[in-house]
């Protein structure tokens, strides 16, 4: 179990790592006129994960459908060790249109295959940051209860 004091660390700790380890995606990275989200993630199956396994956050533009999803944001990386676990994602608001409709999207890989996802997308305010997102995710195949 985390105590809050140790979460605290660890979180600074992850989102300095997390940018840190993805220079390839500056879109991960704090700045002037950016927005961030973070929080926690987290899924509720009892399952050790690989020290493989990856983690993939994205900011997507929902405002055109699902058909039509641009990615503004993405962040990667390995999510080794207990849930929940911190994230940290920023993005240009910029590249939202006027009727943007941010939304956060996630899921887990291991070896190749998704093993869990969040079914529905986090609405993010197009305007402001948020911290305290907590994302739960589903395993593939499951039904979800709520599917949030």
């Known amino acids: 179990m985390i105590r809050p004091a140790d979460g605290a660390a660890l979180l600074c700790a992850l989102a300095l790592a997390g940018c840190a380890a993805t220079p390839e995606m500056p879109s991960g990275a704090p700045g002037p006129g950016r927005l961030c989200a973070s929080g926690l993630v987290t899924y509720r199956e009892t399952l050790a994960l690989t020290p493989e396994a990856r983690l993939d956050l994205r900011v997507v533009d929902l405002s055109r459908g699902m058909a039509a999803v641009t990615v503004l944001a993405k962040v990667e990386g390995r999510i080794a060790g207990p849930v929940p676990r911190p994230f ?14 941010p939304a956060l999207r996630a899921w887990i890989e291991d070896r190749q295959a998704t093993l869990f996802y969040k079914r529905a997308a986090v609405l993010l305010p197009p305007d402001q940051s948020v911290d305290n997102v907590y994302l739960v995710l589903d395993a593939l195949g499951s039904t979800g209860g709520d599917g949030r």
């Open 88 to 101: 940290r994602i920023c993005y240009d608001p910029a590249g939202f249109g006027m009727e943007a409709k």
